[in-house]
Antibody, heavy 123, light 108 residues
Framework: QVQLVESGGGVVQPGRSLRLSCAAS????????MHWVRQAPGKGLEWVAV????????YYADSVKGRFSISRANSKNTLYVQMNSLRDEDTAVYYC????????????????WGQGTLVSVSS | SYVLTQPPSVSVAPGKTARITCGGY??????IHWYQQKPGQAPVLLIF???DRPSGIPERFSGSNSGNTATLTLSRVEAGDEADYYC???????????FGTGTKVTVL
């Protein structure tokens, strides 16, 4: 069965960096686009970034563009997001999710989600 | 950027029908997906491409999309349907994925 397990969350000071990972199993990782979606405490879902099956195309939400970088290692079945210049408003649970198709852009849904990892930005 | 508007909350008695709307400009021209998120859990894909159900999702959940409004319908509501529900589309103008504001369903 499809499994997505996020790790790397924790407490970090404003302006510092953090890298999250998402270990995938139960499907052909290299055939699917992958997403990061976050949810601030008590708030709704906010899409963060997506990467195509081969890493050639990436898109970012305006709120993180220039600060966050999504990447993947298909040989390790792992998705990453490097988060730099963190702000208080980046505090959230970060979910990785599988795109239903290989392409980063387009209409297919996010069909499987991990359980999330909490990032808390605080001084 | 593209905006999807949902009612903050919907209340429904057990066995009745609840309808959750998702408003957006010409949303009927887009493919919409719906997600269910129970307290303390990750979201789950509930409806995709307007009205398709993933395997394992009961037929009680259905969707439609036309004009400026998409609708998720929960028929014969059960206590276990209490959750937050989110709509989602791909906005080709901005190359962004967009989630709706979310609707909390309470079963009375």
């Amino acid at each position: 069965q499809v499994q997505l397990v996020e790790s790397g969350g924790g407490v970090v000071q404003p302006g510092r960096s953090l890298r999250l990972s998402c270990a995938a199993s139960g499907f052909t990782f290299s055939s699917h686009a992958m997403h990061w979606v976050r949810q601030a405490p008590g708030k709704g879902l906010e899409w963060v970034a997506v990467i195509s099956f081969d890493g050639s195309n990436k898109y970012y939400a305006d709120s993180v563009k220039g600060r966050f970088s999504i990447s993947r290692a298909n040989s390790k079945n792992t998705l990453y997001v490097q988060m730099n210049s963190l702000r208080d408003e980046d505090t959230a649970v970060y979910y990785c999710a599988r795109g239903q198709s290989p392409a980063a852009a387009g209409t297919p849904p996010l069909d499987y989600w991990g359980q999330g990892t909490l990032v808390s930005v605080s001084s | 950027s593209y905006v999807l508007t949902q009612p903050p909350s919907v209340s429904v008695a057990p066995g009745k029908t609840a309808r959750i709307t998702c408003g957006g400009y010409n949303i009927g021209t887009k493919s919409i997906h719906w997600y269910q998120q129970k307290p303390g859990q990750a979201p789950v894909l509930l409806i995709f491409y307007d009205s398709d159900r993933p395997s394992g999702i009961p037929e009680r959940f259905s969707g439609s999309n036309s004009g400026n409004t998409a609708t998720l319908t929960l028929s014969r509501v059960e206590a276990g349907d209490e959750a937050d529900y989110y709509c989602q589309v791909w906005d080709s103008n901005s190359d962004h994925y967009v989630f709706g504001t979310g609707t909390k369903v309470t079963v009375l």
